[in-house]
């Protein structure tokens, strides 16, 4: 087994009644990455997140969390992880600091221990002021603040993030993604879901998209390979670049004005460099050539697009 | 490796659960006002409305409501722990106590020890009704100590099958409605606050082989003659029985539940 890896998932299926939930899931997490699951609402992410989590058994295949089975092991498996979001709430009749005092003792720290670690938390979540206040009073953003708090009194290697930003203004969602990436720069691994591409594309490291409740399986080269942008110089060659490009490597290409793109997959990499001694050969002047890290949003409609 | 909760840590667990339900009740203390309100309301409407036809005189008829009385109260009590885990439930705060490394019962036996106050409360008040009206108790404070604790006892076992029921379905108001007809046709249906013998003969039957009747009886002895009795050692052993059946049940079912 690789010590690295974290968090395993190996053909996670769940089935309600007829309907197929989740169907063969399966991916790796290494210590101190960001995981995005990226999809649309009702694909199933939240599902997959329950079944990890302990809080839905799975119908087939089994979750290793630092290596310890979630069905089998489950107490073991409970004690790497925390959870903040949709699927797990805070009392709303305790305070901030009553709250993050009751699951630091939950989780095994002394009552001196649990306040110093509370006290810390509400100064790094910036909630110092209303601490003894019961949530009733408290913003959405407050809260959802508060829940990321009280999921790291225990400093858990693993942190498991329901869609932590979804319904937040602006300002919050940036504070709560640096909150996020300061923990994983402390040691934490972080499983995220989110609607947002913007979100998985600032964060994740890596970024499963999940559709229907599979994993499309072209997506691991999709989102593993890279892009082609050529520009050229001017409109007129626009067209043959175009005829050029598409002869040598048989994919499609995109075209925006001078600049042409194509989505590469592992297979047609070495390729790539052959354009450049034709387009020579042929007399078309670029401005620019690069082979870079497509953005998601392309990855996204191209694997979504006609599928809901 | 196998046993990672100690026996200190669930403990341990139970007192911080219990802590976090105290904490709900102080910051809402309207919380409790069914349990301070419904006993005294009871005791005085049938006090001062069957207290004549029933025993001659509100007087006469105090010593034997209220031990109807209590154990009404507090099985009403009890109930309303099965709403309060369903609400919480719902809420998705159990979700996350569920993702805990901590022994499942500690969030369910925290709620019901916790509850223990509502119904330490609703006995007192019927008692406390119950002197103001007249009654005078013939046993002393120890005994009469003795009885509410008894009383308690039964009410938190049975408050373990409220539990259940609180578990298992799924509305928090059809629990709470439920709840409330179950205790009103056990009471009715018991030597509460009618004499026995008054009754058509297939509905003796009924109130005898009842488990409340049973526990009034027993609290009537000891009020009346200040011994502990046989009857009394019934309830605590059935008290005991409820418990050893019905929390592994509930844990069982917490467990399960998807």
């Not at chain 1, 939930?21 to 609402?41: H, Q, R, T, Y």
């Not at chain 1, 925390?82 to 009552?111: P, V, W, Y």
């Not at chain 2, 046993?139 to 006892?153: H, M, N």
Request: overall charge positive; proline content about 4%; some cysteine.
């Amino acid at each position: 087994m690789n010590q690295e890896c974290v968090i395993q998932v190996n053909n996670l299926k769940k089935q309600f009644g007829s309907k197929v939930a989740v169907k063969n899931v399966s991916f790796e997490i290494k210590k101190g990455e960001i995981f995005g699951l990226l999809g649309p609402n009702g694909a199933g992410k939240t599902t997959i997140l329950r079944m990890m989590t302990t809080l839905l058994r799975q119908d087939a295949g089994n979750v290793l969390l630092n290596g310890f089975d979630t069905l089998t092991q489950s107490r073991l498996a409970r004690q790497q992880f925390s959870i903040t979001g949709q699927t797990a709430a805070i009392d709303q009749d305790l305070t901030a600091r009553e709250n993050l005092m009751i699951f630091g003792k939950l989780n095994g720290l002394t009552h001196t221990a649990a306040k110093a670690r509370a006290a810390e938390l509400l100064t790094d979540f910036d909630l110092t002021q209303s601490a003894d206040q019961t949530l009733a009073t408290f913003s959405g953003g407050m809260r959802r603040r508060l829940d990321l708090a009280i999921s790291l009194i225990g400093k858990p290697a693993i942190l498991f993030l329901d869609e932590p930003t979804t319904g937040l203004d602006p300002r919050t969602r940036m504070q709560m993604w640096q909150a996020i990436q300061k923990l994983v720069a402390e040691g934490s691994t972080v499983l995220l879901t989110t609607q947002y591409l913007e979100e998985a594309d600032h964060l994740a490291d890596r970024i499963a998209l999940i559709d229907h409740g599979g994993t499309p399986n072209d997506l691991k080269q999709q989102i593993g390979g890279m892009q082609l942008r050529i520009e050229v110089t001017s409109l007129q060659e626009q067209q043959p670049a175009k005829k050029l490009i598409q002869d040598t490597l048989a994919l499609p290409v995109s075209v925006n004005d001078r600049t042409l793109t194509v989505l590469l997959d592992h297979t047609k990499m070495r390729k790539v460099s052959q354009i450049l001694g034709r387009l020579q050969d042929a007399a078309i002047a670029i401005n620019n050539f690069a082979v870079e890290t497509p953005p998601l949003d392309d990855v996204f409609l191209k694997l979504t697009v006609g599928k809901n | 490796m196998k046993m990672v909760a100690t026996k200190n840590q669930i403990v341990h667990n139970i007192l911080t659960m219990t802590h976090r339900n105290l904490l709900k009740t102080l910051h809402n203390p309207d919380s409790l006002s069914d349990v301070v309100i419904e006993p005294v309301i009871f005791t005085l409407l049938f006090g001062y409305l069957f207290g004549g036809v029933i025993a001659g005189s509100v007087h006469a008829y105090l010593p034997m409501l209220v031990s109807g009385i209590l154990v009404q109260s507090i099985l009403n009590a009890a109930s309303g722990s099965g709403q309060q885990l369903r609400e919480d439930i719902n809420a998705g705060v159990f979700d996350r106590f569920k993702t805990l490394p901590i022994s499942p019962i500690a969030p369910l036996a925290g709620q019901l020890v916790g509850d223990s106050l509502r119904l330490l409360l609703s006995g007192m008040m019927a008692l406390i009704t119950a002197f103001v009206m007249g009654w005078r108790p013939t046993v002393g404070l120890p005994t009469l100590g003795a009885v509410l604790l008894l009383a308690i006892f039964i009410g938190w076992a049975t408050s373990w099958i409220f539990a259940l029921v609180g578990l298992m379905a799924k509305n928090a108001e059809l629990i709470g409605s439920l709840s409330m007809i179950i205790i009103l046709v056990m009471t009715f249906l018991s030597n509460a606050f009618i004499p026995v013998k008054t009754l058509p003969r297939f509905i003796q039957t009924i109130v005898k082989i009842n488990p409340v009747s049973l526990t009034i009886t027993a609290i009537r002895t000891i009020l009346r003659t200040g011994n502990w009795g046989g009857n009394a050692t019934m309830v605590f052993i059935s008290g005991g029985i409820i418990i050893l059946i019905f929390m592994p049940l509930t844990v069982l079912v917490y467990q399960r539940r998807g």
